[in-house]
């Protein structure tokens, strides 16, 4: 049987696809690796449940702390040797979260590029390789990062006046912030390393050929407004967090990502920008137990020079882009 299958079907049926490879993804996946973390480590999905009882607890009491979203997940976080009898557990439920959510995604987005397009491989090479592409690219998120700091501090302090909404809003922010302290609880530089790799690389590839590569490519090809089209990919990836305290940060993340491979037409710019951005993030919560959007020591000297060079940045880009394509 010759493919691609679907690469002449309608923009609904490649949506439909997309989604349903996702979900069979994020159950099978996960159902692989537990059943090597049980063989190999002893730790079944029986124990990873009481990781997670032990960990919603701790949400509703740091939810009680009357702390931000930030340091009621280090409160809950610091509590958790005290609640947790067997803490290497933790250990094992951390590395399976990351390995599960990253491979899923990566597992997703191949298989669908396989089905859909004739040459697959393309998607991710379609041209040849620009070291002054992929360095513009590298540096235009540098560039952005004292506006995503401005944006991640007003995200954090959003009024919520209506308490129960507020707490619906807080539960699963703190609840991810303390697994996310989990991950950055890095005692090596080795451990650093494959942090790197798998939060900093591999995320960023496997969301890439998911949300960009993949939706992206679909509402662009449906004929959408192209700006309309990005703006959709980026809000659903920010949705698909989960988390509203960091929900218009990752937007304004998935709109540069989603803008930089258009005007690039090359997915290994954005998966260079967004494996930067992760990177940086894991190896600044590494040297101050820290791992939030805030830049400090911001002003707004420094936010409209970032602007300005930013500018200069994308208009470099969208000339190589058009000059590629010619």
Not at 51 to 63: F, G
């Amino acid at each position: 049987m010759n493919r691609p299958f679907f690469e002449n079907s309608s923009t609904w049926v490649k949506l439909a696809l997309l989604v349903a490879i996702s979900t069979a993804a994020l159950v099978l996946v996960p159902l692989l690796i537990m059943g090597i973390f049980q063989w190999c480590f002893d730790f079944s999905a029986v124990d990873l449940n009481a990781v997670n009882e032990i960990i919603e607890e701790l949400t509703k009491i740091s939810m009680n702390s009357g702390l931000s979203p930030d340091e009621a997940a280090k409160y809950g976080f610091d509590l958790l040797p005290q609640y947790l009898p067997n803490y290497q557990h933790m250990v094992y439920a951390k590395w399976f979260l990351i390995l599960s959510n990253q491979l899923s995604l990566l597992t997703a987005g191949s298989i669908f590029l396989w089905i859909v397009y004739k040459k697959p491989l393309s998607i991710i090479a379609s041209r040849p390789a620009n070291v002054k592409m992929y360095a513009l690219s590298a540096v235009l998120l540098l560039l952005v990062m004292p506006l995503v700091g401005l944006i991640g501090e007003w995200n954090r302090n959003i009024y919520i006046p209506w308490q129960s909404l507020q707490n619906w809003l807080l539960a699963p922010e703190i609840q991810s912030g303390i697994y996310t302290l989990s991950f950055t609880d890095i005692h090596s530089l080795g451990e650093l390393t494959l942090m790197v790799l798998f939060i900093g690389v591999v995320t960023a590839i496997a969301e890439e050929l998911v949300f960009r590569a993949g939706l992206q490519n679909i509402l662009l090809q449906s004929k959408m407004n192209t700006h309309l089209a990005i703006f959709v990919g980026a809000t659903l990836f920010s949705l698909i967090h989960f988390q509203f305290y960091g929900f218009f940060v990752r937007l304004l993340l998935g709109l540069v990502l989603g803008y930089l491979y258009y005007w690039s037409k090359d997915i290994r710019s954005s998966m260079l920008a967004h494996a930067l951005n992760n990177s940086l993030a894991i190896v600044v919560a590494y040297k101050t137990g820290s791992m939030t959007d805030e830049i400090p020591d911001q002003n707004n000297l420094i936010l409209l020079i970032s602007t300005a060079l930013s500018a200069v940045v994308v208009w470099q880009i969208t000339t190589i882009g058009k000059a590629e394509k010619n």
